[in-house]
């Protein structure tokens, strides 16, 4: 069973930044492409980023590229998303998932508790 913990959400004043983690305790995640996702309130969730298990491609959504960064730290067997200019638009619960490259969606759909991220001044 995919097991996928996400922790760093938090409140954060708009322009800020804030480092998601997302660590796995039942399978080691660099076998894996990984990707970002959130669910906005009242919206469906949708896609941030999905990076291959090899990390040499990322696919960032238009609304974040430049924005967000995502790094994998094998050692620790925990991926991140590093956010920065953040915007009230942002908000939301953002989850970790295994993706699949070839359209970036989710893998399997097998969500987690996701990190809550609310940008407001």
């Known amino acids: 069973q995919v097991q996928l913990v996400e922790s760093g959400g938090g409140l954060v004043q708009p322009g800020g930044s804030l480092r998601l983690s997302c660590a796995a305790s039942t399978f080691t995640l660099d076998h894996y492409a990984i990707g970002w996702f959130r669910q906005a309130p009242g919206k469906e969730r949708e896609g941030l980023s999905c990076t291959s298990s090899d990390d040499d491609n990322t696919y960032y959504a238009d609304f974040v590229k430049g924005r967000f960064t995502f790094s994998r730290d094998k050692a620790k067997n925990t991926v991140y998303l590093q956010m920065n200019s953040l915007n009230p638009e942002d908000k939301g619960v953002y989850y970790c998932?295994?993706?699949?490259?070839?359209?970036?969606?989710?893998?399997?759909?097998?969500w987690g508790q996701g990190t809550q991220v609310t940008v407001s001044a």
């Open positions: 998932e295994l993706c699949d490259v070839t359209h970036n969606g989710p893998e399997f759909g097998s």
